[in-house]
């Protein structure tokens, strides 16, 4: 089945030790975002690639950053991790056409900080 | 500013009763609206959505939902609840106008369905 796969599912890391996730999609979907889930609140948008164009949120902070090889691969670096980006973190792709098309979600990537 | 509102955090149902999920929104033009649903530690699944037409839309799970354009919501709706449905809730909303890539998210309402 097409899906969207996130690596690892939980992921420890130190204060400050800098960390990569990891999002892959069998669905040839052009755009793929990273959002930060907190504790079941709604999930905060971070960035998103249409193709190889990266869109930042404005409220996103610089320490993290993303990547994007190719169409079924996409990265997201947080570069000094610190207390306060212990979260779920979810990768999602969708396909551009009308706005109608959902986003379809990987099963999360849930980051501990020591 | 566009916003989505679930004014419940929780909803109680008894297996077996109907239950709605509360979802209104203050969105310029005729957006897009869509349901999704997330199971402890999963990701969030698409529901349904409604683009337009029929004011009563079908989606997975035996779920439906009900656009009301002059109230401006999107309740969702089950006729007979099961105790797997207990989950969170979070309605969303894509403008029409400008980048059409993002949602607006609700904050979410938690399902709780009895035995």
């Known amino acids: 089945d097409a899906m969207v796969i996130q690596n690892p599912r939980y992921q420890v890391t130190q204060f400050g030790k800098p960390v990569t996730l990891s999002c892959s999609q069998t669905?040839?979907?052009?755009?793929m975002y990273w959002y930060q889930q907190k504790s079941s609140q709604a999930p905060k948008l971070l960035f998103h690639?249409?193709?190889?164009?990266?869109?930042n949120e404005a409220d996103t902070p610089d320490n993290f950053q993303s990547r994007r090889p190719n169409t079924s691969f996409c990265f997201l670096d947080i570069r000094s991790p610190g207390l306060g980006d212990a979260a779920m973190y979810l990768c999602?792709?969708?396909?551009?056409?009308?706005?109608?098309?959902?986003?379809?979600f990987g099963d999360g990537t849930r980051l501990s900080i020591l | 500013a566009q916003s989505v509102a679930q004014p419940e955090d929780q909803v109680n149902v008894a297996e077996g009763n109907p239950l709605t999920v509360k979802c209104t929104y203050s969105?310029?033009?005729?957006?897009?609206l869509f349901w999704y649903v997330q199971y402890p530690n999963r990701g969030l699944q698409f529901l349904l959505k409604?683009?337009?037409?029929d004011n009563l839309v079908k989606g997975s799970y035996g779920f439906e939902a009900e656009f009301n354009k002059s109230q401006t919501s999107f309740h969702l709706k089950k006729p007979s609840a099961l105790v797997s449905d207990s989950a969170l809730y979070f309605c969303?909303?894509?403008?029409?106008?400008?980048?059409?890539?993002?949602?607006?998210w609700g904050l979410g309402t938690s399902l709780a369905v009895n035995p």
């Open positions: 969303a909303v894509r403008p029409v106008a400008g980048n059409n890539r993002k949602l607006i």
């Open positions: 969105v310029s033009g005729n957006p897009y």
């Open positions: 409604y683009i337009t037409g």
């Open positions: 669905l040839n979907h052009n755009v």
């Open positions: 690639y249409y193709d190889k164009d990266f869109n």
């Open positions: 999602a792709t969708s396909r551009v056409g009308p706005g109608n098309q959902p986003q379809h």
